[in-house]
């Protein structure tokens, strides 16, 4: 995805982008109605007062005002809950909850097309037609507020709990894994050997990166003649020190300022291109329900559904999964290592779930079940199915609990038993 498509997709998920698209076409309704009149063929035979009209916009505006500080209320509560009961990781998926956006936006455009209304009626800027093609309005209103509010009300039940909060995030991790099975290398080529002579680039900002443009840096190297080789990965901490890319040939200041520009580097790590930041938040979420001040097993049960799940995905994944980047010059990326996937998504549930028998039969389960769909994945996973064992056997008390995690573990991996 070039860089300001995914900027425009990320801006088109922010809260204000809706509330304010909504807003303005409130505003717009509004004074289309009083504008439009002159110009109609014909001209109504009801009779609607205006203090009517009026009365029913001062209703709205002022039920519309409480219904969307409820809103914002019930939403900001919902994001203090995930973080709390889940991971402060799924904050940025609860903020671009689609459902819960739609609702504040329908509401504070309701309230804005009754504010805007009632000073058209009270500056007589509507006349005898405006008047019912407002009231028309109105009542478009009333109902899709009267539909959005009943949807809001079946969503808020569930928004913020903890099974919504996996659902969420395990949505996002599998687009990223999606995304990551379909172009392991996002587009380019797969990493070799950095030449001798290259030079090294690196940026001023210090963060994570979150969005790197293949395209735009395939682009400068047909331009340039040379390959290009990145050194980093979304998800990677950078600072100043870090190089970026390492250029085969010479550049000058504008094309190192071209290449620096095709990093995105924020403050907080995204879904969106970095596989490994949805297992981490699985994760954590399963690392916090099972820890001793918490003790539930089943929430880190459910996530251990959702992390083979996830992983799952991988099934999907080309056997020539180098990339499209064709043509003389070459964009070389590395790509997550599939042990580093699995120390993100196994290794806090296996330090802290290691005492539950519950939870390690899961895990044996959910490894043994990727051992069996993902051929490619198989050495890495035989030695985490190993290495939970060794664990189980250290940390689990309970003689009984052991023998049959034995047992399962026997029936499930009889190779390395």
């Known amino acids: 995805m070039k860089r300001w498509t995914w900027i425009l997709h990320r801006i088109a998920r922010q809260i204000w982008f809706r509330a304010g698209v909504i807003s303005l076409l409130s505003v717009a309704l509004a004074i289309l109605a009083g504008i439009i009149t002159p110009y109609l063929p014909y001209t109504f035979d009801v009779d609607i007062g205006q203090r009517s009209v009026g009365t029913i916009l001062q209703i709205m505006a002022s039920s519309m005002l409480a219904v969307t500080t409820f809103s914002l209320t019930a939403m900001v509560s919902a994001y203090s809950s995930a973080t ?18 739609n609702a504040l936006s329908t509401f504070l455009g309701a309230f804005v097309f009754s504010m805007v209304g009632i000073v058209g009626l009270n500056t ?3 006349g005898h037609d405006g008047r019912i093609i407002l009231f028309a309005a109105t009542v478009v209103i009333i109902m899709l507020v009267v539909g959005t509010l009943l949807r809001w009300i079946g969503h808020i039940t569930a928004f913020g709990r903890m099974a919504d909060v996996i659902d969420r995030v395990e949505e996002a991790a599998t687009r990223a894994m999606t995304g990551f099975a379909a172009a392991p290398h996002l587009g380019g080529r797969a990493a070799i050997a950095v030449p001798p002579g290259a030079v090294a680039i690196a940026g001023s900002q210090t963060g994570y990166v979150t969005h790197i443009d293949v395209a735009a840096l395939r682009a400068i190297a047909e331009r340039n003649k040379f390959g290009i080789h990145v050194g980093v990965l979304p998800g990677t901490m950078v600072h100043p020190m870090r190089d970026l890319v390492h250029v085969e040939g010479p550049v000058d200041d504008a094309v190192r300022a071209a290449l620096i520009r095709s ?8 879904f969106d291109q970095d596989p490994r930041l949805g297992l981490i938040a699985l994760s954590e979420i399963a690392s916090r329900a099972l820890a001793p001040a918490t003790n539930d097993p089943g929430t880190g049960i459910e996530v251990l559904n959702a992390l083979l ?3 799952l995905t991988l099934r999907s994944q080309p056997t020539n999964a180098s990339g499209e980047n064709t043509g003389r010059h070459r964009v070389y990326l590395g790509r997550p290592s599939l042990d580093d996937m699995l120390t993100d998504a196994f290794g806090p549930i296996l330090r802290e779930g290691g005492k539950e028998v519950e939870v390690s039969l899961r895990l044996t389960n959910t490894l043994a079940a990727m051992h069996a769909n993902l051929p490619l994945m198989r050495r890495p996973i035989e030695s985490w199915a190993a ?22 573990y026997r029936q499930l991996w009889p190779a390395i038993a």
Do not use: K, N
């Open 84 to 101: 709390q009961l889940a991971t402060p990781r799924a904050t940025q998926l609860m903020v671009s909850d689609p459902t819960s956006q």
């Open 124 to 126: 007589s800027a509507y």
């Open 263 to 270: 990093f995105t580097i924020e403050r907080h790590r995204s």
């Open 309 to 311: 799940r996830v992983f």
């Open 387 to 408: 290495r939970h064992a060794q664990r189980v056997g250290e940390t689990m008390e309970d003689a009984d609990d052991i023998v049959v995690f034995e047992q399962t």
